[in-house]
């Protein structure tokens, strides 16, 4: 079974918008990572957020994590065509990665 | 990620045969993984390897197996390739000492089983 859960499954947006992305999680974790994925390419780590932590920031990209609510968003700002892809968060516990579905990003011109 | 090599990029068979789907790796990483994607499935883990010889089971190992003779090279057999393991098949290399596991990923091997 999976352990996160993205929300939503798909979200289409306009350029210049802002995209936000909610994973839900089960159990306990050591961090969180983001993915993203161009179509049928492998996956590319985005940011990772710890345990400790309950946000965090790369360029355009600001990750939250509510460890008591067992969730975490992600936000890309000023969203660009170019950011059209999928989005996994996976939670690290045990050694290993768990990914959930992913949400399908489309940002139109 | 060009330090993390798989083939074929894509493969169909028939119902089954033998399959063997290699991923190398330049990265020096310790750690390699095995995962499945199918449409609307986010990645799972079929196996995964510490080390050398280290191989232990993922979420969905049934009708895989795999070989890590070499810290670079971690290879995923179907021994008897059936329909429903048609998918996008990703090897993943990290490095023990970075905290975090972050994962690096090959570029996929599309499999078709008829």
């Known amino acids: 079974s999976q352990q996160g859960e993205e929300d939503p499954q798909a979200l289409s947006i306009q350029e210049g918008e802002n995209a936000t992305m909610n994973c839900s999680y089960k159990t306990s974790i050591n961090n969180l990572q983001w993915y993203r994925q161009n179509s049928g390419r492998g996956l590319v780590h985005l940011i990772l957020?710890?345990?400790?932590?309950r946000e965090k920031h790369s360029g355009r990209l600001r990750v939250t994590l509510d460890t008591s609510k067992k969730s975490s968003s992600l936000l890309i700002t000023a969203s660009r065509a170019a950011d059209t892809a999928s989005y996994f968060c996976a939670t690290h516990g045990y050694n290993k990665l768990i990914f959930g579905a992913g949400t399908r990003l489309a940002v139109h011109p | 990620d060009a330090d993390v090599t798989q083939t074929p990029r894509n493969r169909i068979t028939k119902t089954g045969k033998r399959i063997m789907l290699e991923c190398s790796q330049t990265?020096?990483?310790?750690?390699m993984y095995w995962y499945r994607q199918d449409p609307g499935l986010g990645l799972r883990l079929i196996y995964y390897?510490?080390?050398?010889?280290?191989?232990n089971k993922g979420e969905i190992s049934d009708g895989y197996s795999v070989s890590r003779q070499a810290q670079a090279k971690f290879s995923l057999s179907l021994e008897s390739a059936i329909p429903n393991q048609t998918a996008l098949y990703f090897c993943?290399?990290?490095?023990?000492?970075?905290?975090?596991?972050?994962?690096?990923f090959g570029p996929g091997t599309r499999l078709t089983v008829l």
């Open positions: 990265k020096g990483h310790d750690r």
């Open positions: 390897s510490f080390d050398v010889k280290d191989i």
């Open positions: 993943a290399t990290s490095d023990l000492r970075e905290n975090g596991n972050e994962q690096f």
């Open positions: 957020i710890r345990s400790n932590e």
